[in-house]
C-alpha cells in the first residue's frame, strides 16, 4: 500500500483511485480541505486499506470520492498479478543483456537521440491525432492484460468472473466503511478524450462496469458519470491527450463536479 506524508486533519474531501485520479484532483481549486489519496496504479483493496489507515484525518460527514477508472476497474484485483506476468516473459533478462552489451552510457545517447527525434515528429502530429494514437495503445495494453479479442462484442470470461466478484467485494466494503465512520461516499468515473470512450460499445461498458458498480453499491451512494462525457472530449484537456488531466481539463473537471455535488445537496458551501 502506498504511504502519504503531510496529511492534514479536518479533511472535508479526498479521493481515492489510481492513475488518472492521480492527475485528476487539485484541492486548491475547491475551497475546502482536501487531499488526493490515489496511487499509481492503486486498485480497489488499496483503497480500501488507504482510506482504513487514514480516516481518523477526515472530519464527520467528510466527501469520499471513490474514482472508479471505467470500465476495467473491476477486472483486476492485484497489480502484482500483472507485474508477476511482464517479470515472466523475459523483458526485463533482455534490457540487463543490452545493457550490459552496449553500455549504459551509449544506450542513454541513443535514448537522447531517439527523444529529439520523436519530438521533431510529435510537432508535427495534431493532438486529435496523438489523442487517436495514444487511446489506441490503451486499449492495446488493455486487451493483452485481461485477454480480450476486442472490446466492443467480448464478454468476460470465467476467469474475469471470479476476479469481479472479488473487486466487487472491495468496493461494497468501502461503502460500508464510509458509512460506519460518517462518511459522505460518491461513486464516479473519470473523463478520458473522445477518441478513447468513442471506442467502447455500450453493451461491453454494461458488462464489465456498470452491472459490477449496480450490484456492489449496496448503500445506494450517489453516483456520478464522467466517462463518456462530451465534455471531456478535447484532447487538449490532456497531458497525453487522452485521459490524464493537465490544468486547464483539472481546472475544468473541479467546477464542473462541484456544481454536480452541489445539485446532488452533497456540497455545502
Known amino acids: 500500500m502506498q504511504q502519504f506524508s503531510h496529511v492534514p ?4 474531501i479526498v479521493n481515492l483511485g489510481s492513475t488518472f485520479a492521480k ?39 467528510a466527501i469520499v470520492l471513490i474514482v472508479l477508472i471505467c470500465p476495467f476497474v473491476f477486472s483486476l484485483y492485484d497489480y ?10 523475459g523483458i526485463a533478462k533482455i534490457k540487463k543483456v543490452i545493457k550490459a552489451v552496449i553500455g549504459v552510457e551509449n544506450i542513454n545517447a541513443i535514448k537522447c537521440k531517439i527523444d529529439k527525434i520523436k519530438h521533431r515528429k510529435d510537432e508535427m502530429i495534431s493532438a ?12 492495446n495494453g488493455w486487451k493483452e492484460e485481461f485477454s480480450l479479442t476486442d472490446i466492443t462484442s ?17 468496493l461494497t466494503d468501502i461503502l460500508l466503511l464510509c458509512r460506519e465512520h460518517g462518511f459522505c461516499p460518491v461513486l464516479l468515473d473519470m473523463p478520458v478524450a473522445k477518441a478513447e470512450h ?16 449496480k450490484e456492489a453499491n449496496v448503500i445506494d451512494a450517489p453516483t456520478l458519470r464522467y466517462f463518456g462525457d462530451e465534455r471531456f472530449d478535447d484532447a487538449l484537456l490532456y497531458e497525453n491527450y487522452v485521459d490524464c488531466f493537465n490544468d486547464t481539463g483539472r481546472r475544468k473537471f473541479a467546477e464542473i463536479l462541484i456544481n454536480d455535488l452541489r445539485e446532488s445537496n452533497i456540497w455545502e458551501e
Open 128 to 139: 486529435e491525432e496523438k489523442s487517436r494514437i495514444m487511446a489506441q495503445s490503451r486499449v
Open 198 to 213: 468513442s471506442l467502447f460499445s455500450k453493451s461491453f461498458l454494461q458488462e464489465f462496469y456498470d452491472d459490477n458498480l
Open 23 to 61: 492527475h485528476g484532483f487539485d484541492y486548491q481549486l475547491f475551497g475546502k480541505r482536501g487531499f488526493n489519496f490515489a496511487g499509481q496504479p492503486q486498485p480497489l483493496k488499496e483503497d480500501y486499506a488507504v482510506l482504513s489507515q487514514y480516516q481518523d484525518h477526515l472530519k464527520l460527514g
Open 154 to 170: 467480448a464478454h468476460p470470461s470465467e476467469e474475469l468472473k471470479r476476479v469481479f466478484t472479488k473487486t466487487r467485494k472491495e
Open 9 to 12: 486533519s479536518g479533511l472535508e
Open 80 to 89: 502484482a498479478d500483472l507485474e508477476s506476468v511482464s517479470s515472466q516473459s
